[in-house]
């Protein structure tokens, strides 16, 4: 459960890091 709860914030930060490059 611990990697799943990483997993997630993880994700998010990535998503949002491309995001506020394509800005």
Known sequence: MRI???RLPDFRIRV???EAVDS
Request: aromatic share 0%; glycine share 16%.
């Open 4 to 6: 799943g709860a990483l």
């Open 16 to 18: 949002r890091r491309p």
